[in-house]
């Protein structure tokens, strides 16, 4: 199958086979030439070997063979009229440069221009006016000319439009007993809230609470519904003011119904703890955390419906609360340390948008959006009410507990209320002076494929009402909501829109669906096999993917160019980029 002009500009860089019997004589062109995007089948199959002096697409076009060769045959130097010229030796196309994507080394350049160049595109330099750069960075004068209007500068400003100053306490010890409270770093907590937090709903039938310290994790756990850290307002409203936090301790959820049936769909993390737990990623507890176990036992036949996974949330959260009474009333001076958050509008440098796709099939795939306590319950909309339509929030009310999240996916993909809390997406591109974060879109996935795409047109309506210059589109699971996945990044795309995907699919969760606008991903996958590994928060976002997604939303919206990732799943590709990130 011959490529295109199009497609040959798109694949320069790949190496140049011919589709058919091509003699010799031949000026070659793109008619004469195999389509890059089979050569893993061909490999596979055995079709075809690429010899290390294989020459580039770019290298070969316009030049005479000097001999007839047959289909799928690579082209190498001594087939072509005059082998090469000086300075155009082959490009040995590496397999871990078949990327995915573009990670993109930023120089600041004399003038006023940013200079990008691409590891991965052998040398293509590019330049994009500076408003890409930082703010403040120092670029030297141009020399007046004498008579000439001085050029108009872009505006450059900072502007803050909200602070939360976050307070954290260390917890020490957490014990049982018989009142709540919280001393010296001991956190005590009432027994009697095993049976008073049921008041929350009766589908909650049943409740226990046991502390899991660091050291003792080789004890059997029923499924995580979720993980969740204790923080409570102070001043202000989510966002912005004071919130204090504890830290050293976070509370698990687990839950069965009445006839045991795990509170989960699509694997489970039932086991030994120390096991099913991946340790230190976002959503998950710390190495040292002290983990407070609260089980959940709902109405037998519920765990499949909206209404008992929302019972246990509940209930969960009412012991919480307790906790947070005591909390609240903490005198900052014993606070171990504070940390300030700041929403700053950063005029002059490309508006972006994160946009966080969300369970919302209803059953056990909701959450909770905006409650009235940090990572709480209560006060809150669940996004299956509002119609799964697009909501903004701020980078501060993200990072303030504004989603808790109800989700019973599959545990390595799925994002628990911890995640959303130190969310490291938002943090990153918040923080990173070169792009302004307008605000993160939380979007739901609804069941029916109809609704899903209603939401989506809207969503996409949205992102181009902000008038934003690049986004980014998570999603969390994989499978039904990748339907949602591929057609956000549509909406946006082909309005123009620059816009990188980020999901979890590797093996199991290969992309069922596609479009052209899919040409800029990251893979979120960890697991050696590529699967969901039951291993809670196992195949979740982390600060290197995240680092991995902005660079490659940088690039794009420089206009690099960024190569088509290969038609399996091959984690050296990730590695690869991750490497050629942390070099840039």
């Given at each position: 199958?011959?490529?295109?002009?199009?497609?040959?500009?798109?694949?320069?860089?790949?190496?140049?086979?011919?589709?058919?019997?091509?003699?010799?004589?031949?000026?070659?062109?793109?008619?004469?030439?195999?389509?890059?995007?089979?050569?893993?089948?061909?490999?596979?199959?055995?079709?075809?070997?690429?010899?290390?002096?294989?020459?580039?697409?770019?290298?070969?076009?316009?030049?005479?063979?000097?001999?007839?060769?047959?289909?799928?045959?690579?082209?190498?130097?001594?087939?072509?009229?005059?082998?090469?010229?000086?300075?155009?030796?082959?490009?040995?196309?590496?397999?871990?440069?078949?990327?995915?994507?573009?990670?993109?080394?930023?120089?600041?350049?004399?003038?006023?221009?940013?200079?990008?160049?691409?590891?991965?595109?052998?040398?293509?330099?590019?330049?994009?006016?500076?408003?890409?750069?930082?703010?403040?960075?120092?670029?030297?004068?141009?020399?007046?000319?004498?008579?000439?209007?001085?050029?108009?500068?872009?505006?450059?400003?900072?502007?803050?439009?909200?602070?939360?100053?976050?307070?954290?306490?260390?917890?020490?010890?957490?014990?049982?007993?018989?009142?709540?409270?919280?001393?010296?770093?001991?956190?005590?907590?009432?027994?009697?809230?095993?049976?008073?937090?049921?008041?929350?709903?009766?589908?909650?039938?049943?409740?226990?609470?046991?502390?899991?310290?660091?050291?003792?994790?080789?004890?059997?756990?029923?499924?995580?519904?979720?993980?969740?850290?204790?923080?409570?307002?102070?001043?202000?409203?989510?966002?912005?003011?004071?919130?204090?936090?504890?830290?050293?301790?976070?509370?698990?959820?687990?839950?069965?119904?009445?006839?045991?049936?795990?509170?989960?769909?699509?694997?489970?993390?039932?086991?030994?703890?120390?096991?099913?737990?991946?340790?230190?990623?976002?959503?998950?507890?710390?190495?040292?955390?002290?983990?407070?176990?609260?089980?959940?036992?709902?109405?037998?036949?519920?765990?499949?419906?909206?209404?008992?996974?929302?019972?246990?949330?509940?209930?969960?959260?009412?012991?919480?609360?307790?906790?947070?009474?005591?909390?609240?009333?903490?005198?900052?001076?014993?606070?171990?340390?504070?940390?300030?958050?700041?929403?700053?509008?950063?005029?002059?440098?490309?508006?972006?948008?994160?946009?966080?796709?969300?369970?919302?099939?209803?059953?056990?795939?909701?959450?909770?959006?905006?409650?009235?306590?940090?990572?709480?319950?209560?006060?809150?909309?669940?996004?299956?009410?509002?119609?799964?339509?697009?909501?903004?929030?701020?980078?501060?009310?993200?990072?303030?507990?504004?989603?808790?999240?109800?989700?019973?996916?599959?545990?390595?993909?799925?994002?628990?209320?911890?995640?959303?809390?130190?969310?490291?997406?938002?943090?990153?591109?918040?923080?990173?002076?070169?792009?302004?974060?307008?605000?993160?879109?939380f979007v739901g996935s609804p069941q029916v494929n109809e609704e899903k795409f209603y939401v989506s047109e809207r969503l996409g309506a949205l992102v181009e009402a902000l008038g934003v210059d690049g986004a980014i589109v998570t999603t969390e699971g994989f499978g039904n909501n990748h339907i949602d996945f591929a057609s956000h990044i549509e909406q946006i795309g082909k309005r123009g829109i620059p816009v990188v995907g980020v999901t979890y699919a590797a093996y199991q969760g290969q992309l069922i669906v596609g479009n052209k606008y899919m040409d800029a991903m990251v893979e979120l996958n960890k697991d050696p096999n590529g699967m969901e590994s039951e291993i809670l928060g196992d195949n979740t976002l982390t600060k290197e993917d995240a680092v991995r997604a902005?660079?490659?939303?940088?690039?794009?919206?420089?206009?690099?160019?960024?190569?088509?990732?290969?038609?399996?799943?091959?984690?050296?590709?990730?590695?690869?980029?991750?490497?050629?990130?942390?070099?840039?």
């Amino acid at each position: 199958m011959s490529i295109t002009p199009e497609t040959a500009n798109q694949h320069k860089n790949d190496p140049a086979v011919v589709c058919c019997l091509t003699h010799e004589g031949t000026i070659i062109s793109p008619a004469d030439l195999e389509d890059p995007a089979i050569f893993p089948d061909l490999e596979d199959s055995g079709l075809l070997t690429i010899p290390e002096n294989v020459l580039t697409i770019g290298q070969v076009l316009g030049k005479k063979l000097i001999k007839t060769i047959d289909a799928l045959t690579p082209i190498t130097p001594d087939m072509i009229e005059g082998g090469l010229d000086q300075g155009e030796k082959p490009e040995v196309v590496e397999e871990a440069e078949m990327v995915q994507s573009g990670a993109a080394q930023t120089v600041t350049g004399a003038g006023n221009v940013i200079r990008i160049h691409i590891e991965e595109g052998k040398g293509i330099n590019l330049e994009i006016p500076a408003i890409v750069t930082a703010a403040g960075t120092a670029e030297p004068a141009a020399k007046p000319v004498e008579g000439a209007q001085e050029a108009v500068k872009p505006r450059v400003e900072d502007r803050v439009r909200r602070t939360l100053l976050m307070r954290e306490f260390e917890v020490k010890e957490v014990r049982l007993g018989d009142e709540t409270s919280f001393e010296n770093g001991v956190l005590t907590i009432r027994k009697g809230l095993v049976e008073d937090a049921l008041k929350a709903d009766p589908i909650a039938k049943k409740m226990e609470i046991d502390i899991i310290t660091p050291d003792n994790k080789n004890v059997f756990t029923n499924t995580i519904m979720d993980v969740i850290p204790i923080a409570t307002k102070v001043e202000g409203s989510l966002g912005e003011g004071v919130t204090h936090v504890m830290s050293g301790a976070v509370v698990i959820l687990t839950g069965v119904d009445e006839s045991g049936i795990q509170v989960h769909e699509f694997g489970s993390c039932e086991g030994i703890i120390g096991e099913k737990v991946r340790f230190g990623r976002p959503g998950c507890p710390d190495e040292n955390d002290i983990m407070i176990r609260i089980h959940v036992t709902i109405q037998a036949g519920t765990g499949m419906e909206r209404k008992g996974p929302y019972a246990a949330h509940k209930a969960c959260d009412a012991v919480i609360q307790e906790i947070r009474e005591v909390l609240k009333k903490k005198p900052a001076s014993e606070a171990a340390r504070e940390i300030e958050y700041k929403d700053v509008e950063r005029i002059g440098r490309p508006r972006v948008v994160i946009v966080k796709e969300i369970m919302g099939q209803g059953a056990m795939h909701d959450n909770v959006i905006l409650p009235k306590e940090p990572a709480g319950v209560l006060g809150g909309r669940p996004n299956v009410d509002l119609g799964n339509i697009p909501v903004v929030l701020s980078a501060n009310e993200v990072r303030d507990g504004g989603i808790h999240a109800l989700t019973c996916i599959g545990p390595a993909s799925k994002e628990n209320t911890r995640h959303y809390f130190r969310e490291p997406l938002v943090n990153l591109v918040a923080d990173d002076e070169e792009v302004n974060l307008v605000g993160v879109v939380f979007v739901g996935s609804p069941q029916v494929n109809e609704e899903k795409f209603y939401v989506s047109e809207r969503l996409g309506a949205l992102v181009e009402a902000l008038g934003v210059d690049g986004a980014i589109v998570t999603t969390e699971g994989f499978g039904n909501n990748h339907i949602d996945f591929a057609s956000h990044i549509e909406q946006i795309g082909k309005r123009g829109i620059p816009v990188v995907g980020v999901t979890y699919a590797a093996y199991q969760g290969q992309l069922i669906v596609g479009n052209k606008y899919m040409d800029a991903m990251v893979e979120l996958n960890k697991d050696p096999n590529g699967m969901e590994s039951e291993i809670l928060g196992d195949n979740t976002l982390t600060k290197e993917d995240a680092v991995r997604a902005l660079a490659m939303l940088k690039a794009k919206m420089a206009g690099a160019e960024i190569k088509p990732a290969p038609k399996k799943w091959d984690q050296s590709v990730i590695e690869n980029n991750q490497k050629l990130v942390e070099k840039a």
